[in-house]
């Protein structure tokens, strides 16, 4: 303050009482200089706490991101690299129990079907013997927790309609983790044939004509419902026409199809029977 003074009155040496004015001017300018000072503190200091703040909140919700990415990837990964094992094999027999468990006590749409009373619940392949189910693709060659690993159908007969619930298996894969379209297309042939079987006279019958929409991909290890209604307007005794969807859990679209199945004139065929 003193320093100040004597620097204003070196410079104002003709103001009268230019001692005094001075004095007061100091006083008031340091008094300034004083509060400034302090506010300068103060905002620093906020701004300090705020810096601390912002890099607390940075760094808690950080390690909550990696924690859940760290949790999901590791499960992400793990399907991804395990490999599909042979049927047969007690690890086979292992997935298949925890599949089927899952059928019994995960999935809504199999306790929504149970209590309706218009459907009834069946096992797949049911008229076929144990040798033919061997010669059959999707009961031979694709069976076991690493192709069709479930299958249960529902049939409505009153709406000329089924529903089959299947697990698809990560041998089924034509890109990684996306189901093979023709895989997809050889359950969906399966299936729209047990509706239009089921509702031909001669209990027996062939695929003419099969359309497939590819809506959304179809992934491995999960669980999808194939649906098929029998066109009951245009089917005849010897035609059957079959449309069909495939649906993830939740609802979601991923094909849509539409078929003919036809009796032969001429030449036999097998019955195969209204259960295969």
Not at 77 to 80: A, D, I, V, W
Not at 159 to 163: C, I, L, R
Not at 194 to 200: E, T
Not at 271 to 274: A, H, R, S
């Given at each position: 303050?003193f320093?100040?003074?004597?620097?204003l009155?070196?410079?104002?040496?003709h103001?009268?009482g230019?001692s005094?004015?001075?004095?007061r001017y100091?006083r008031a300018n340091?008094?300034?200089?004083n509060t400034?000072s302090s506010?300068?503190e103060?905002m620093?200091?906020r701004?300090?706490r705020?810096?601390?703040?912002r890099w607390g909140?940075?760094?808690f919700w950080?390690s909550v991101?990696?924690?859940c990415?760290d949790f999901?990837?590791?499960?992400l990964?793990?399907?991804?690299l395990e490999?599909?094992?042979a049927?047969?094999?007690?690890?086979?027999?292992?997935?298949?129990?925890?599949i089927?468990?899952?059928?019994?006590?995960?999935?809504?749409?199999?306790?929504?079907?149970?209590?309706?009373?218009?459907?009834?619940?069946?096992?797949v392949?049911g008229?076929?013997?144990?040798?033919?189910?061997?010669?059959r693709?999707t009961?031979?060659p694709l069976?076991?927790?690493r192709?069709?690993?479930f299958?249960r159908?529902f049939?409505?007969?009153k709406?000329?309609?089924?529903?089959n619930v299947?697990?698809l298996?990560q041998?089924?894969e034509?890109?990684p983790?996306?189901?093979?379209g023709?895989?997809l297309?050889?359950?969906?042939?399966e299936?729209?044939g047990?509706?239009?079987?089921?509702?031909?006279p001669q209990r027996?019958?062939v695929?003419?004509?099969?359309?497939l929409?590819?809506?959304?991909p179809?992934l491995?290890?999960?669980?999808y419902t194939?649906h098929?209604?029998?066109?009951?307007?245009?089917?005849?005794?010897?035609k059957?026409?079959?449309?069909?969807?495939?649906?993830?859990?939740v609802g979601?679209?991923c094909?849509e199809?539409?078929?003919?199945f036809v009796?032969?004139?001429?030449?036999?065929l097998r019955?195969?029977?209204?259960r295969f």
């Open positions: 303050m320093c100040l003074q004597r620097v009155q070196s410079r104002l040496p103001f009268p230019s005094r004015s001075v004095a100091a340091t008094r300034t200089l400034a506010q300068s103060s620093w200091s701004l300090q705020a810096s601390e703040s909140r940075r760094l950080g991101f990696f924690l990415g999901f990837t590791r499960g990964m793990g399907e991804l490999m599909p094992v049927p047969g094999t007690l690890q086979d027999q292992a997935r298949l129990e925890k089927e468990r899952q059928f019994e006590h995960t999935l809504p749409i199999v306790q929504r079907l149970r209590a309706d009373p218009d459907y009834e619940e069946a096992e392949y008229n076929f013997s144990e040798e033919d189910k061997m010669q693709l009961s031979g069976q076991g927790s192709g069709i690993a299958q159908t049939y409505n007969d709406e000329k309609t089924a529903v299947a697990y298996g041998g089924l034509g890109w983790t996306m189901v093979h023709g895989a297309g050889t359950v969906i042939d299936h729209l047990r509706v239009a079987i089921r509702n031909l027996t019958g695929t003419a004509n099969l359309e929409q590819y809506r959304a179809v491995s290890n999960k669980f194939f098929a209604t029998l066109d009951q307007e245009r089917s005849t005794e010897r059957a026409y079959v449309r069909g969807e495939v649906r993830d859990m979601k679209l094909v199809a539409s078929a003919l009796v032969p004139k001429k030449y036999q019955e195969v029977g209204e």
